[in-house]
């Protein structure tokens, strides 16, 4: 997170806004794989990697033991990724929706 913020809040919107634009324009898998490679580092790669990991496994009823163990991912994070599953913006939830009925359909 930028300490020091040039832009105004309603620029910023703007930007993310034209990030999620950008997103939607993608065509393919690979073509995910190489926009995010270029456009995060390692690291946060890796941490949304995990969180994904932890949604499909939470949506298939593990308890967050197992979930740690499966990824190693902190109980204090697994615990955030549900909350946000069952109470936050949707996303997730909407996301794994349509990918549980394009496997079943």
């Known amino acids: 997170m930028k300490l020091h913020r040039p832009l105004s ?7 993310e806004r034209a990030l999620y634009a950008a997103v939607l324009e993608l065509r393919s898998v690979e073509e995910a ?8 580092t390692p690291a946060e790669l890796q941490a949304m990697a995990d969180r994904w ?8 009823g593990l308890p967050y033991r197992e ?3 499966l990824t190693g991912v902190s109980v204090t994070t697994i615990g955030r ?7 936050g913006n949707g996303g997730y939830a909407s996301v794994a929706s349509r990918l549980r009925s394009a496997r079943e359909g």
């Open 81 to 87: 990724v549900a909350r946000y599953l069952t109470q």
């Open 9 to 15: 809040p309603r620029q910023e919107a703007l930007h």
């Open 67 to 69: 979930v740690q163990r």
């Open 33 to 40: 794989r190489a926009f995010f490679r270029d456009l995060c």
């Open 53 to 60: 990991a932890v949604v499909e496994l939470l949506e298939r």
